[in-house]
């Protein structure tokens, strides 16, 4: 996934996380805070998720799920004309599954994380071995072998059909 999409996903997670908190009635930023305090009704509104999640006037054209789901709220809450306390549980239950899928998510996440550093730690374990059993072979050939080998080898190497690169 590129940097773009993933930061991309990011502020979508912001938006919705200020959608859930401008639901509960419980925003963050001080205007709204304030709006709260006066008594004044929060609206649901893109301009207010995008103050809620700290994000510039405009931002949440780039996000077609948060605008739906600002929609789809809207609409539940239109067609009661007062939010209900079932609308809001159906809300909280619906978020809290959300929720424990993400729990579950990142968990797997880890869990992943885990088991790719154990197969590095192998992976390093094997080369090792793999270098120790090189160097025990190696010591098994007896000095005057040895010189003889790379001798050898380089005649060999020198003997094949192999065409050098000529320009």
Request: glycine share 2%; with cysteine.
């Given at each position: ?41 929060l ?59 993400i ?5 797997n996440i ?9 197969l ?48």
């Open positions: 996934m590129s940097l773009r999409k993933i930061k991309k996903q990011k502020t979508a997670h912001e938006f919705m996380a200020a959608i859930n908190r401008l639901v509960d009635r419980k925003p963050t930023c001080r205007e709204l805070k304030k709006k709260l305090a006066d008594g004044k009704p609206k649901l509104n893109p301009t207010n998720v995008e103050k809620e999640a700290g994000r510039g006037y405009n931002s949440t054209k780039n996000h077609p799920s948060v605008l739906k789901e600002i929609e789809r709220i809207n609409a539940l809450v239109s067609n009661t004309k007062e939010v209900s306390s079932q609308v809001l549980e159906n809300l909280k239950a619906e978020r809290k599954e959300k929720n424990k899928e729990k579950k998510l990142k968990e880890k869990n992943k994380n885990t088991e790719l550093e154990k590095k730690r192998v992976n390093l374990i094997l080369h090792a071995h793999c270098r120790e059993l090189t160097s025990a072979l190696y010591n098994k050939i007896p000095q005057e072998e040895r010189e003889g080998l790379f001798e050898r080898s380089v005649t060999t190497k020198n003997e094949s059909n192999i065409i050098p690169f000529k320009d």
